[in-house]
């Protein structure tokens, strides 16, 4: 069953203006990530946030956690257009000891000029 | 820089046709995944090595098979490609395994006619 499902599928935005987008998951986790993957590339790991973090920054980027409502949110400030990719949540699953990466649907963000 | 490499980027086979990728990482991670992505969904895990040690998903099915000759190669073997094989293929490596960042190669898009 998938672990990561994201909000919204599509998002579009004018150059400058800010980005959130949202992940939600249903079982316990160790960490949470962030990967981008521009259109017919691999993905590249944004940030990863663990479970007993709250918040974490990286330049533009803020992701934050709530384990209680099992969701992570994404948010990208003062978009531009180079920032124009789908973006993946992945969580890795505690239950059964596996611990593998699970990716959610992703978001799709296009920022116009 | 260190990196993935996947090749080739784009191959094109026939129904049938067994059909090779390959993988090479030069950031001498432990583990090498396989992932498959159909367009528009999130990349799914076929198998993982860690070391030497293979492991596969339970759902990935019997025509895909996997090598690791040694730690920087890794490939991934298509018996008999379907229609319904014709995906993106995505080759990534991690420190060790589960709870760490995975580094991504570029793909390699598979056609099959």
């Known amino acids: 069953s998938q672990q990561g499902e994201e909000d919204p599928q599509a998002l579009s935005i004018q150059e400058g203006e800010n980005a959130t987008m949202n992940c939600s998951y249903k079982?316990?986790?160790?960490?949470l990530q962030w990967y981008r993957q521009n259109s017919g590339r691999g993905l590249v790991h944004l940030i990863l946030?663990?479970?007993?973090?709250r918040e974490k920054h990286s330049g533009r980027l803020r992701v934050t956690l709530d384990t209680s409502k099992k969701s992570s949110s994404l948010l990208i400030t003062a978009s531009r257009a180079a920032d124009t990719a789908s973006y993946f949540c992945?969580?890795?699953?505690?239950?059964?000891?596996?611990?593998?990466?699970?990716f959610g649907q992703g978001t799709t963000l296009q920022v116009k000029p | 820089d260190a990196m993935v490499i996947q090749n080739p980027r784009y191959q094109v086979t026939q129904f049938g046709k067994p059909v090779t990728l390959s993988c090479s990482q030069t950031l001498n991670h432990n583990v090498m995944y396989w992932y498959q992505q159909k367009s528009s969904q999130a990349p799914k895990l076929l198998f993982h090595?860690?070391?030497?040690?293979?492991?596969n998903e339970a759902d990935t099915p019997d025509n895909f098979q996997s090598r690791r000759p040694n730690t920087s190669f890794c490939f991934l073997d298509i018996r008999s490609p379907g229609l319904g094989d014709a995906a993106m293929y995505l080759c990534?490596?991690?420190?060790?395994?589960?709870?760490?960042?995975?580094?991504f190669g570029p793909g390699t898009r598979l056609l099959v006619l």
């Open positions: 079982t316990s986790i160790n960490n």
């Open positions: 090595y860690y070391d030497k040690d293979f492991n």
């Open positions: 946030i663990r479970s007993n973090e």
């Open positions: 990534a490596t991690s420190r060790d395994r589960w709870q760490e960042t995975q580094y």
């Open positions: 992945a969580t890795d699953a505690v239950s059964g000891n596996t611990g593998k990466l699970i």
